[in-house]
DNA sequence: ATATATTAGTTGACGGGTCAATGATTATCA
DNA sequence: TGATAATCATTGACCCGTCAACTAATATAT
């Protein structure tokens, strides 16, 4: 044991402030919010999903998913319909502009997340890599 | 150009997953949510703040901050007052129950962030902190 | 065949943050 | 001195996430 208290809470802070920080930096250089995006991603890649295996696919709950496809739907970057083999599920898909507007928010994101490595190089990004791993599998162990 | 966009791509996902992973789970275990606990530490070490001072050693602006202390002010681990000096200004300060309270949180604070490192060398941590100083400057670019 | 359980989605209330507008107080300066 | 500006705190409206309650539809089991 060696006392190494500053030193942890240093990462803890820091870990904490980087998200604080990267969030609303990313949406006001890409236009979207991260998790926007990500829906965008899953949609881009399929013709058409169901919205509970579109929330399944992202770490944020139902409520949210609606939400956010209403507020899409509404700005004509997806549209949706029922199922007609079953009623409860609404199947969800990019339109042209969708998948348009997508693209264009994939070249904003590749830019952000460049600018945000930068100096790093092949090395360290394997090495930040395996110690965020790390860190998310010792979180899930709480 | 080495065409890195899916080590990029995972890096960013990764960060913001941890921070959606880390909070939740501090309150959990440490029964107050970061940003509180924070606010804690800052009145730890003094012994009464105008809210002004305090929130500009916070990231947060001063809604946030006036709700938070409202919040604590009935639950009984904060006072405040006008200061007569100025009566713009409102001092804070910790109450006995406070600080006790405090002492607490830092403890399970404590055990929290030895769980998040867990496994994470002397020198990995100096490389974590390093990297991660590194990552918010680039962010500070933006 | 019908009661019961499960599933998908929506809504409301909440916590935590932002920004913008406001009120009250104090500073500034012509 | 008296108008104007700056400062501190609060509030309201919004975004984004949570959870819990609810509806509607389908599956299951007796």
Do not use: W
Request: include cysteine.
């Amino acid at each position: 044991m060696t006392e190494h208290y500053p030193e942890e809470d240093r990462i803890f802070e820091l870990l904490q402030a980087l998200n604080k920080g990267i969030c609303p930096k990313f949406e006001r250089c890409a236009g979207i919010s991260p998790t926007r995006l990500r829906l965008l991603n899953e949609l881009f890649q399929v013709d058409e999903v169901s919205q509970i295996t579109l929330q399944k696919g992202m770490d944020i709950d139902a409520a949210a998913v609606t939400r956010h496809l209403k507020g899409m739907e509404e700005s004509g970057t997806i549209t949706r319909r029922n199922n007609p083999a079953d009623n409860r599920v609404t199947l969800v898909s990019l339109t042209d502009q969708g998948r348009e507007r997508m693209i264009q928010y994939s070249e904003e994101k590749r830019r952000f997340v460049a600018t945000l490595l930068t100096g790093f190089n092949g090395q360290e990004r394997t090495v930040l890599i395996d110690m965020l791993n790390r860190l998310q599998s010792n979180i899930n162990l709480l």
